[in-house]
């Protein structure tokens, strides 16, 4: 019978992964033209602000026109609004200039959430001793399934631009090879 890793002996490489890949996606966030064109400047910027400001729309997800049931969503009166438009999907943030803290802590405990599994699933795959392409490949595997493919359902259904999906999900893959490699070098021997 092969021993299996624990969790607890993979603490190392989940909590160096999860730091290396903070400072990976800092890095990847701070180019200058990687991510700069994912969400474009909306045309008559001021006036679409000075339009929407009056109503005080609160903070959270929004779906325009918004049906209010079934039967509603079928109605001519429901189609023609959507034909005459605005449609769309928006997130309303708080007003004034965000704070980057409470979302640098939730993405660092994020990827320590997929450093755990990643660890999970290798650990019981793979045991103590295994080499480290095989670790690197279990590892990577989950790590890049925990960061990127459920991007996805967003382009699929509420229509997020494809070339910024692609780019989170190259960021998903570099992130889970960082993930693989320090799984691999610091794996139980």
């Known amino acids: 019978m092969t021993e299996h890793v624990t969790i ?54 929004y ?46 405990l994020y990827v320590l959430v997929v450093g755990i599994f990643a660890a999970y699933i290798a650990g019981r795959a793979r045991p103590v001793g295994t ?7 279990f590892v990577g595997c989950t790590a890049f399934i925990g960061y990127s493919l459920a991007l996805w359902q967003m382009s699929i259904w509420y229509k997020r631009a494809c070339g910024a999906t692609i780019k989170a999900t190259i960021d998903g893959l570099i992130y889970g090879l960082v993930t693989a490699g320090t799984f691999g070098w610091l794996w139980p021997r």
Not at 27 to 52: C, G
Not at 67 to 96: D, R
Not at 131 to 137: I, P
């Open 63 to 108: 779906m325009v026109p918004r049906p209010a049931n079934h039967k509603e969503m079928c109605s001519p009166e429901h189609q023609e609004k959507l034909k005459k438009g605005l449609v769309m999907i928006v997130t309303v943030l708080p007003n004034g200039v965000p704070g980057m803290a409470g979302s640098l802590v939730f993405w660092f």
């Open 8 to 61: 607890m002996q993979l603490w190392l490489p989940i909590l160096l992964s999860s730091v290396f890949v903070f400072l990976v996606s800092w890095a990847i966030h701070m180019l200058p033209l990687w991510h700069r064109s994912d969400y474009p400047q909306v045309p008559n910027e001021d006036k679409f602000m000075e339009a929407l400001r009056p109503l005080a729309t609160p903070p959270g997800d």
């Open 131 to 137: 080499h480290y392409l095989e670790v690197f490949r």
